[in-house]
Every structure is written in structure tokens, then in C-alpha cells.
């Protein structure tokens, strides 16, 4: 049997071909015994014989790429300018003549370095930030499967408190409950699956590089793609919703209520809605204290001067950019990072906006009562979406199911209302309370600032009536918030701008006392933010829970008030 072909066999020095083999000339690429390696070197004086132990010879050899254009030349040098390794052969020829060139043991070291970065950012960022974001998942998961669980108890419990005529609504209801589950489960889990299918390809790319990094073939660096942008966009983290159980001792159709649920990612336009019931606003949010001392955090400069020309409105765009508009026909949007401008849209009418707003996708909203009309902006093109009849738009709000809440007063300025639209279709009228009487002032100069609070309730100042005025989702007042005592500067309450943060705090400016009222989502008074300026008029809270707040001259304040 051929020694030097037999596997079974042990292999035998090339030069005298009896002895194991023990060493290699990695010069020459023969195998020695340690008996020839002297003869090996005198036989040939004129090359550097490196000689290393045979067991060491894959790991100490480099073995450069073949030539393309010469098969039986390795390439030593590459050519930057074509992108492609060279032999001395085509360094010598015109190919490549006048082209930067450089030794491929220099481009591969680049190579090598740029792989060795995008493994440990792999390794050390992006794969330990899927773990985490799968980890959170699965503990959404967990909580939503116990408070599936505690939903049904309480329907189950309430349904017992009826007649067996109820029974059936019962687990219709359950089954309505159980449905939402799964569905929510089913989007999560596939949510899940594709985290995990990523991070399974990350973890293939991170051992793929591997093998290519031990490996001395020098050809297969070249052969590796970089894939590091196609994973440094982390997965969406979903936000889920609980459909929130609500008895009413009404007729048998009538005794129960399920407030919708919906599954929402961070990004805009991505709202996966599960059933056609009335949207909840979210799930349960971190609970944060208020701050003893809440803290100015910037001062924005916005360039608005003067009583005409003051700052009269402000909307959070996101947590860095924000939407002012003064006395004059333009609104700009501003960096609050950088207080630069960053553009301006004119009004449609070339006149006075009235209150300002940001809808859901992030548009512009903005009502007019010279033309009584509430508009959009969509990529700077301004769109009608209502046009009114005898009435003049005030303000406006985004609620979280994406319909507007406007308020309007009648053109004789006697009646006021607030109006709920999905797109320009009118959805729904609150006006009178349960006996008739009118929920809000009415007046010529009368202002009237709107938001939705995260339980669905309707909060509106109403200057008139110098009150805070909050109805529930199906326009039925729950109650009024007319000042504390005592006031900061022992001054009527004057309501003006309001907004509503996180923890379903309910935050409005108070231009007579200079600051800034906060109370619960029931209406109790919870503290005063002395927010330093002169007759606060606007203000506005962005996802962070920073509060904005605004007056007649051109500075908006950002400040932290919750933990």
C-alpha cells in the first residue's frame, strides 16, 4: 500500500521515504523526518525554508487566492481599483496600470478588522437586544394570560349576580373575551417567532463568521457579505391592551360592555386592530410619582415676539420635534433638541389658525373659524377635511382611535358643543348633560381646549365657565374641576390650554395664577406647577411625559414633573 495515499497507514518523510513524518517545510510544501531537514535545507540555500511541526502546518500557512487570469500564480498583491487580488504577472502587465494597488496581506488585515467589528457589535449589542426584547414578549405574555384570567372571573362573577336569562350573554361574552385573547396571543406569538427566526440567522451569521475568521483562506474573507445593517434595526415593541369589563344594571342585552382591545407597535400606521368595538387607549402604563420640585429641563427660543406676533399654541410632533403657531398665518415646526426651525406651513386662508393638534400619523391638524373649517397637512399640502354650517371650530384634538374631537360655538355664540369625527364624517354630539342643560358656556370670547384622557373621557376648559369640564366616552358628565384653594396667586381659576399625560393626569394652564394645575383622572386636585413664565396660556406632553408649556412671548418650556 502507498504510504503517502493510504489513509490507514502512517505517513512517510517525501525526501527519504521511510520515516514518519514529523515535520513540514512550509516553503517548499514537503514533509520531513527530523533525520532530513538538514539535508532539506543544503539543498537548496537560496529560499527561506520555514520549517514547522507537521501537525502545525494548516495553521501557520497562508494560502493566498489564485490568479484569474494566470492559474498557476497566487496572488500577492490587489487592486483597490478593480476590487480584485493580483498576481505579479498582471502587476507587470498594462491590465492594471495607473491603478492603486496595495499587498493583499494589508486588505485582507482590513478585511479581517471590519469582520472582527461587526462580530462583537453582533455579539455584544444586537443579539443580546433581541434576547431582551424576546424576554419582554414572553413576560407580555405571561401578564396578559393573568389578566385574560382575572377578566373572565369578573364577568363569570357578575353574570351570577342575574337571572339564567343572562346566561347566555354571559358566555357569549366570555367567548368574545377568550377570542381576543387568542388573537392577541396569536400575534404576539407570531411576533415572537419572528424575533426568534432573526436572532436563529444572527446566531448562523456570528458562526459563519467564525468559521471564516479561523479559517487562513484568504479567499473566503472576500466571499463574506457584510449583514450588520440588515439586523440593527430592532424588532417593534408591541403594546397590547386589555379590554376593560364594564357591568351596567340596564336591560338583559345591556349588562355588560367590553371595551375594545388593539395591539400597536412603537411605529406610526401600524395599529393591528382586533375586534370593531370602541378602542381602549392602551395598556396599563408604568405608574410614576410626581417629582417634589419638577425640574426645567430646556428653554426653547421660537422667535415669536410681541402681543400680536406671541406664541398661542404648541403640539408634540414626537420627543423631538414640536408644532407652534402664533398670531400670524403660519405654524412652524421647531427642533426642541436644537431650537432650530425646522419649516413652516401657511394656512390655506392666508389667515389666523385657530387651535392646532398632531393626529395619530403624525399629520398636522389645525381649525380655522374664519372659514369654519378644520384642515390637515399631509406632506405640506393642506387637505378641508370639515367644513361647518352655522358653527365656528375652536379646538381640536387626536384621540387615541384616531377620530378628532372639535369643539365649536354657534355663529350667534350662544350654544357650544364638542362634535367626534371619523375623517369629515360626524360620529358623534355632546352638548347637554342628563337634564338638559347646557355642558359648556357659551360667549363671544369664550375659549374652549379639548383632549382625551387614556380612560376615554372628554376633557374640556371652558374659560367661560372658568371650569374644567370631564364627560365620559359616551358623553355623560362626570364631573367639573373649578380651581383649588388657595391659589397660587389668590386669583380666579382661568383656565386655557389642556393635555393629559401617562397616569391619566389631567394637566391645565392657568393664565391668572401662573401655573399650572394638575389633578386625577376623577377630578381631585393633585399639586401646582409654577412654571415661571407670565400668563401661561398653552402647553402639551409629549410620550416621555415632558411638559411643554407656553405663553404670549416666544419661549416654550420644557419641563420634568413625574419620575
Not at 414578549?137 to 351570577?160: C, F, P, W
Not at 377635511?385 to 387615541?400: A, D, E, H, M
Request: net charge neutral.
Amino acid at each position: 500500500m502507498d504510504p503517502r495515499t493510504s489513509a490507514q497507514d502512517m505517513m512517510q518523510c517525501d525526501l527519504c521515504e521511510t520515516a514518519v513524518v514529523q515535520m513540514h517545510c512550509d516553503t517548499c510544501l514537503v514533509n520531513l523526518c527530523k533525520a532530513c531537514v538538514g539535508e532539506h535545507f543544503s539543498a537548496d540555500l537560496s529560499k527561506p525554508h520555514k520549517i514547522v511541526h507537521f501537525k502545525n502546518k494548516n495553521k501557520s500557512t497562508l494560502i493566498h487566492p489564485r490568479c484569474t487570469s494566470h492559474e498557476e500564480e497566487t496572488c500577492k498583491m490587489f487592486c483597490t481599483h478593480c476590487d480584485v487580488p493580483i498576481c505579479t504577472i498582471c502587476l507587470a502587465s498594462d491590465q492594471h496600470l495607473g491603478h492603486k494597488r496595495a499587498r493583499i496581506l494589508e486588505i485582507r488585515d482590513k478585511k479581517r478588522d471590519k469582520l472582527v467589528k461587526e462580530q462583537t457589535e453582533l455579539k455584544e449589542k444586537i443579539y443580546p437586544n433581541y434576547q431582551v426584547i424576546a424576554t419582554d414578549v414572553q413576560n407580555r405574555m405571561s401578564q396578559l394570560e393573568k389578566e385574560y384570567g382575572d377578566l373572565s372571573t369578573a364577568i363569570t362573577k357578575h353574570g351570577e349576580d342575574w337571572h339564567r336569562e343572562i346566561d347566555k350573554l354571559v358566555k357569549k361574552l366570555k367567548a368574545e373575551v377568550d377570542e381576543m385573547k387568542n388573537t392577541q396571543l396569536q400575534n404576539l406569538q407570531k411576533h415572537l417567532d419572528e424575533i426568534n427566526k432573526t436572532m436563529s440567522d444572527i446566531k448562523d451569521e456570528i458562526n459563519s463568521v467564525d468559521s471564516v475568521l479561523e479559517s487562513t483562506d484568504i479567499s473566503s474573507l472576500f466571499s463574506v457579505p457584510s449583514t450588520l445593517d440588515r439586523y440593527t434595526n430592532l424588532p417593534r415593541k408591541i403594546t397590547v391592551s386589555i379590554p376593560k369589563f364594564t357591568p351596567k344594571k340596564l336591560q338583559a342585552d345591556q349588562l355588560f360592555s367590553l371595551k375594545t382591545i388593539s395591539l400597536k407597535s412603537d411605529e406610526h400606521d401600524d395599529s393591528m386592530k382586533t375586534t370593531q368595538k370602541s378602542l381602549e387607549a392602551g395598556s396599563s402604563p408604568p405608574v410614576k410619582q410626581l417629582l417634589d420640585e419638577p425640574e426645567t429641563v430646556t428653554t426653547i427660543d421660537t422667535g415669536y415676539t410681541g402681543t400680536f406676533n406671541g406664541l398661542y399654541n404648541v403640539a408634540c410632533l414626537s420627543d423631538e420635534e414640536i408644532w407652534t403657531r402664533g398670531n400670524s398665518n403660519t405654524m412652524n415646526l421647531y427642533s426642541i433638541n436644537q431650537g432650530s426651525l425646522l419649516k413652516s406651513i401657511r394656512t390655506k386662508s392666508g389667515k389666523t389658525p385657530g387651535d392646532i393638534a398632531v393626529s395619530k400619523s403624525g399629520d398636522l391638524v389645525y381649525t380655522h373659524h374664519w372659514d369654519r373649517t378644520v384642515n390637515i397637512v399631509k406632506k405640506e399640502k393642506i387637505e378641508e377635511l370639515i367644513r361647518l354650517q352655522n358653527w365656528k371650530p375652536r379646538g381640536v384634538c387626536s384621540t387615541f382611535s384616531d377620530d378628532l374631537l372639535v369643539t365649536m360655538e354657534s355663529d350667534d355664540d350662544k350654544q357650544s358643543k364638542v362634535v367626534r369625527y371619523s375623517g369629515s364624517t360626524e360620529k358623534q354630539t355632546i352638548q347637554f348633560d342628563d337634564k338638559g342643560k347646557p355642558l359648556y358656556s357659551s360667549g363671544l370670547f369664550n375659549t374652549y381646549y379639548i383632549t382625551e384622557n387614556r380612560n376615554l373621557d372628554i376633557c374640556v376648559s371652558d374659560s367661560g365657565a372658568n371650569a374644567v369640564v370631564v364627560v365620559n366616552q359616551a358623553g355623560k358628565l362626570r364631573f367639573g374641576y373649578t380651581g383649588h384653594t388657595p391659589a397660587p396667586k389668590n386669583k380666579p381659576f382661568s383656565p386655557r390650554v389642556i393635555t393629559t399625560d401617562s397616569q391619566s393626569h389631567i394637566l391645565t394652564a392657568d393664565c391668572n395664577n401662573e401655573c399650572v394645575h394638575i389633578i386625577d383622572q376623577d377630578g381631585q386636585f393633585l399639586r401646582y406647577i409654577d412654571c415661571g413664565l407670565s400668563n401661561p396660556w398653552v402647553l402639551c406632553v409629549d410620550t416621555n411625559d415632558n411638559l411643554f408649556v407656553a405663553h404670549g412671548n416666544r419661549q416654550v418650556k420644557k419641563i420634568k414633573y413625574l419620575q
